[in-house]
């Protein structure tokens, strides 16, 4: 069972960038979240997806970060717009892994992002 994470990487602050997680091709992701991790921090729950297509975020990112889930292509994604200083991070992403009956709580490896003053 196996989350790939990418996307991560070095922006100036307003900038943009996409977080993907990709799950084993036999699951079926159904619950989709994001966490992060800042030096020195505690990891803290960025946004979430339920398995009803419902949609959370912590008010430091809400306006700027959509969560959402293409379950086609059995991947999960982070859009982040108008990056700032203060969302440097380690991402995480975290899910629901479905296969037939049987739940599957999974963890992705991780992936910075950097944002520039």
């Known amino acids: 069972v196996q989350l790939q994470a990418s996307g991560g990487g070095l922006v100036q602050a307003g900038g943009s960038l996409r977080l993907s997680c990709a799950a084993s091709?036999?699951?079926?992701?159904?619950?989709a979240n994001w966490y992060r991790q800042a030096p020195g921090k505690q990891r803290e729950l960025v946004a979430t997806?339920?398995?009803?297509?419902?949609?959370n975020y912590a008010d430091s990112v809400k306006g700027r970060f959509t969560n959402s889930r293409d379950n086609a292509k059995n991947t999960m994604y982070l859009q982040m717009n108008d990056l700032k200083p203060e969302d440097t991070a380690v991402y995480y992403c975290?899910?629901?892994?479905?296969?037939?009956?049987?739940?599957?709580?999974?963890w992705g490896q991780g992936t910075q992002v950097t944002v520039s003053s």
């Open positions: 997806i339920s398995s009803d297509g419902s949609t």
């Open positions: 975290n899910a629901e892994l479905q296969f037939g009956v049987s739940v599957y709580d999974t």
């Open positions: 091709r036999r699951f079926r992701i159904s619950a």
